[in-house]
Each structure stands twice: as structure tokens, then as C-alpha cells.
């Protein structure tokens, strides 16, 4: 089936350095999604984007991250400066709408630790 | 703020035995109901989902969804070895009004199928 691609699957950066995140979606998507999620706990939405705007972002959703996707090529997550509490796993999922009944397609993840 | 509670949070059962899942949601509002399966180091896949009060079923699974109770059930039949992940609940709202398919999960379920 359709696949969503990360990169890198794991990732380890000092507190403050700048990470970004990347995320191949299906091909021929519209809508992305970062979702976050900290060991133990409940998977977390972080932000959607579509058309090149951000339609929706949570209160995780600092102003340390931003996201982008230029002309078709990787959407990324960028983190700038990163905290240790952004040590988590990322999944990038996509969907073609973006209405509830749309199923999304999740990256298996990458795991990032802020030392 | 829509929110998510499963139950139960871990289950063994022997294969062929069929296997019920909970989930409750706080917004009777909210749109589509989904299950998807996680195996570890990997992202969640979508099993089903539903929106309608009722029953679907898809092959071996049946979900059953109450919005008056604000309850939705997962049932797998003939419950097999490979089945053993984690199966997280989410809902499909939104917070402004805006259909932006934010995803609000659950902690999940770990099943446990023995052979």
C-alpha cells in the first residue's frame, strides 16, 4: 500500500542546535500531519498543512517549530532552537482530504533526543 | 478539548478467541471514529473507522459506535499470533470550527495473542 518515508529514523542533537525532520508523503497527498509522541504516552497532534499554509496547530506547536513544504519536494519539521523536552518520536502521516472520514498514512517515526 | 480514554490498557488472550476493545471520547460532535494498529518501531495503520451510529464490519473486524453513550467498540474474530500490537483509538475533530482531520488519540491497547 502507499507509504509514508522518514528521515532520518533517529536522530540525537545537543539542547539548542536547530533539527530538521523530514517526511516523504504519498505521492499524490495534499494534506500533512506531525504528530508527536512521547515515550509512554498518547500520541500527540502537533500541526496540518496544506496548499503551503498551516491549517491547524496545538499548543505543543511552539514557536521553536515551523514546517514546510517547497515545491513538492520533503515536508519538514524544523526545530530551532530544540529543548530537552522535545526529546519524543515524530510521525508524519498524509491524506488526500482533509475531512474526518479521510484515513491518514503515518511514517514509522523518527526518534529524536535532545541531550 | 477533545479527549480519549481505552480500556483495556492490556490484554492476552489465546488465538481464535475474539477480542473487545474500548474507547470512549468526550465530543459528541466529533466526526469519524478510527482504529489503527501500531507494532513497536513502527506507525500506526488503519484498520477501520466509522462515523455513523451502528455497526461496520470488515472482514474479522466489527466496530459498533454509540454517540449518544460517546462509546465505540473494536471486535476481532478468530484472533491470530500476527494480531499482537497496539491498537489506539482516534478521533477525528476539530478545535476552530475548521475541518482540518486533527486526529486525537488514545493511550492504547497492547494485545497480546498467544499461540
Known amino acids: 500500500g502507499p507509504k509514508v518515508l522518514q528521515i532520518p529514523s533517529h536522530q540525537i542533537i545537543d539542547m539548542g542546535q536547530m533539527v530538521t525532520l523530514n517526511c516523504d508523503p504519498v505521492?499524490?497527498?495534499?494534506?500533512f500531519y506531525w504528530y508527536k509522541q512521547i515515550l509512554g504516552q498518547q500520541m500527540e497532534f502537533l500541526v496540518n498543512f496544506y496548499n503551503g499554509k498551516v491549517m491547524e496547530k496545538s499548543k505543543l506547536f511552539k514557536d521553536q517549530f515551523s514546517v514546510e513544504r517547497p515545491d513538492g519536494s520533503y515536508f519538514t519539521l524544523k526545530i530551532q532552537p530544540t529543548a530537552l523536552e522535545d526529546s519524543a518520536v515524530y510521525f508524519c502521516?498524509?491524506?488526500?482530504?482533509?475531512?474526518?472520514?479521510?484515513?491518514?498514512?503515518f511514517g514509522p517515526g523518527t526518534r529524536l533526543t535532545v541531550l | 478539548q477533545e479527549k480519549v480514554q481505552q480500556s483495556p490498557e492490556s490484554l492476552i488472550v489465546p488465538e481464535g478467541a475474539m477480542v473487545s476493545l474500548n474507547c470512549s471520547f468526550s465530543?459528541?460532535?466529533?466526526?469519524s471514529i478510527w482504529w489503527y494498529q501500531q507494532h513497536p518501531g513502527k506507525g500506526p495503520k488503519a484498520l477501520i473507522s466509522i462515523f455513523s451510529n451502528g455497526n461496520k464490519k470488515e472482514g474479522r473486524l466489527t466496530v459498533y459506535l454509540n454517540r449518544a453513550s460517546l462509546h465505540v467498540s473494536l471486535h476481532i474474530k478468530d484472533s491470530q499470533p500476527s494480531d499482537s500490537a497496539v491498537y489506539l483509538c482516534a478521533v477525528s475533530s476539530h478545535d476552530t470550527g475548521a475541518n482540518t482531520g486533527k486526529l486525537t488519540f488514545g493511550h492504547g491497547t497492547i494485545l497480546r495473542v498467544h499461540p
Open positions: 502521516a498524509s491524506s488526500f482530504r482533509d475531512w474526518g472520514g479521510a484515513e491518514q498514512y
Open positions: 505521492s499524490n497527498h495534499l494534506y
Open positions: 465530543d459528541s460532535a466529533s466526526q
